[in-house]
Antibody, heavy 117, light 110 residues
Framework: EVHLVESGGGLVQPGGSLRVSCAAA????????LTWVRQAPGKGLEWVAA????????YYVDSVKGRFTISRDNAKNSLFLQMTSLRAEDTAVYYC??????????WGQGTLVTVSS | QSVLTQPPSVSGTPGQRVTISCSGS????????VTWFQQLPGTAPKLLLH???QRPSGVPDRFSGSKSGPSASLAISGLQSEDEADYYC???????????FGGGTKLTVL
């Protein structure tokens, strides 16, 4: 059974940095694209970033380019999102997702990031 | 404002059939497949349909999808109270090298 567990969320001041992580189990981690999707309180879903199985390709939504970095450690079955220069509008639940648009899509439960002074 | 347009809300009574539209363009839905997600209250989203109309195992056949040109639809027949949720469509956009979501549709079962 696929398990995705996010961690690392919390309260951070505007302009600050935070790294969220996702621990995966139940599938061959390096075979799959992984994605971060966020959801601001009471709002819809927003795709944030994606990384190929071997880490060779990465894509970002325009609003986070230059501020967020997606990475993975295939030896530890872990996905990361390093967030810098955080803004109030980055406040959201961040979901780790395996193979977002495919037949084997699976979502974690999310971790809340709050950017506030 | 989302790239993919969905109605904010739809409603129906138990047993009824409802549809949720997802309107895009020739640069997204027009050339790529559509995926639908269901988000039950207080939970993470889950995959409902992929490749326009394919149901993963475990999804009832009451849920069906279709695509025509730059638009797609999700149909739910034999509506049940447990179908009350938010529904999102999504597609890849080649020019953006990004995934776009619809704004989401809240389904209320009256």
């Amino acid at each position: 059974e696929v398990h995705l567990v996010e961690s690392g969320g919390g309260l951070v001041q505007p302009g600050g940095s935070l790294r969220v992580s996702c621990a995966a189990a139940g599938f061959t981690f390096s075979d799959y694209w992984l994605t971060w999707v966020r959801q601001a309180p009471g709002k819809g879903l927003e795709w944030v970033a994606a990384i190929k199985g071997d880490g060779s390709d990465k894509y970002y939504v325009d609003s986070v380019k230059g501020r967020f970095t997606i990475s993975r450690d295939n030896a530890k079955n872990s996905l990361f999102l390093q967030m810098t220069s955080l803004r109030a509008e980055d406040t959201a639940v961040y979901y780790c997702v395996k193979h977002l648009l495919g037949a084997t899509s699976h979502w974690g439960q999310g971790t809340l990031v709050t950017v506030s002074s | 404002q989302s790239v993919l347009t969905q109605p904010p809300s739809v409603s129906g009574t138990p047993g009824q059939r409802v549809t949720i539209s997802c309107s895009g363009s020739s640069s997204n839905i027009g050339i790529n497949t559509v995926t639908w997600f269901q988000q039950l209250p207080g939970t993470a989203p889950k995959l409902l349909l992929h490749s326009n109309d394919q149901r993963p195992s475990g999804v009832p056949d009451r849920f069906s999808g279709s695509k025509s040109g730059p638009s797609a639809s999700l149909a739910i027949s034999g509506l049940q109270s447990e179908d009350e949720a938010d529904y999102y469509c999504a597609a890849w956009v080649d020019s953006l090298k990004a995934v776009v979501f619809g704004g989401g549709t809240k389904l209320t079962v009256l």
